[in-house]
């Protein structure tokens, strides 16, 4: 009913740019919270940004000053741009989003297949 499609991953040098694409599609009733997540070979899943629907934003010290999540409601998409990237920044880039959906009577989470990220001189 409802699917996350990430774009805009692919391989970049130290100190570059990429912006991340996320679109969220299906009987969407409503979206709370949106949300860049990564994973690295070997490493837990660990959250990148946090977009909660009134606006508060949230970002580990790791990304804080490089990275900015923003959302485009009427699209139901949400974006982040990850400047001065670094080789510790490679990974596997997921969305993710707390949705309700028409018929549903609460929230859920849902995830995007991931979008690779790769630093490399």
């Known amino acids: 009913q409802v699917q996350l499609v990430e774009s805009g991953g692919g391989l970049v040098q130290p100190g570059g740019s990429l912006r991340l694409s996320c679109a969220a599609s299906?009987?969407?009733?409503?979206?709370?919270?949106m949300a860049w997540y990564r994973q690295a070979p070997g490493k837990q899943r660990e959250l990148v940004a946090l977009?909660?629907?009134?606006?508060?934003?949230h970002y580990p010290d790791s990304v804080k000053g490089r990275f900015t999540i923003s959302r485009d409601n009427a699209k139901n998409m949400v974006y982040l741009q990850m400047n001065s990237l670094k080789p510790e920044d490679t990974s596997v880039y997921y969305c993710?989003?707390?949705?309700?959906?028409?018929?549903?009577?609460?929230?859920?989470?849902?995830w995007g297949h991931g979008t690779q990220v790769t630093v490399s001189s």
């Open positions: 993710n989003a707390n949705i309700v959906y028409y018929g549903s009577t609460r929230s859920y989470d849902f």
């Open positions: 299906g009987s969407i009733f409503k979206i709370n919270t």
């Open positions: 977009h909660i629907s009134g606006g508060s934003i």
